[in-house]
């Protein structure tokens, strides 16, 4: 064999694996490239996706702050209320008091005054009491 016959049979050869390799190489750029679309999509995605959460993470902390806010609103409501109702629960035992002497003097015989001026001190007690609660009803 002539040696220009088998250089040009080697070149041949060397020349379709060089083709062959050409072929796998632009089948991996091509899946590369798919995959590169793929990645993007997936990274616009992402950010869409963070921007979302953010936005979401916003709201919970604007919402957070009202509810504390309206809790705290709540709490110093219920505490002026407590404050009240304890007066008034004050106020209730002073008239029990009152109540509990009133009927006390009423139930002593010759009740610690000068004859005749216990009723008129009952009395006098018990028309105090009356005023006391036409009082409230008015204040109420």
Do not use: W
């Amino acid at each position: 064999m002539p040696l220009g016959l088998m250089i040009e049979i080697a070149v041949a050869v060397l020349l379709a694996t060089t083709i062959g390799y050409c072929i796998v190489l632009n089948n991996r750029i091509r899946n590369l490239q798919a995959d590169r679309a793929a990645l993007q999509q997936m990274i616009a995605d992402l950010v869409q996706a963070t921007t979302m959460a953010n936005g979401a993470i916003k709201g919970l902390r604007e919402t957070a702050v009202e509810a504390d806010e309206k809790l705290n609103t709540r709490l110093n409501e219920a505490e002026r209320f407590a404050i009240e109702l304890a007066n008034h629960v004050n106020a209730g035992q002073a008239v029990m008091d009152r109540i509990a002497k009133i009927t006390q003097a009423a139930r002593l015989p010759g009740g610690g005054g000068g004859g005749g001026g216990d009723g008129s001190r009952a009395g006098s007690a018990l028309k105090t009491l009356q005023d006391h609660q036409k009082r409230r009803e008015h204040a109420a």
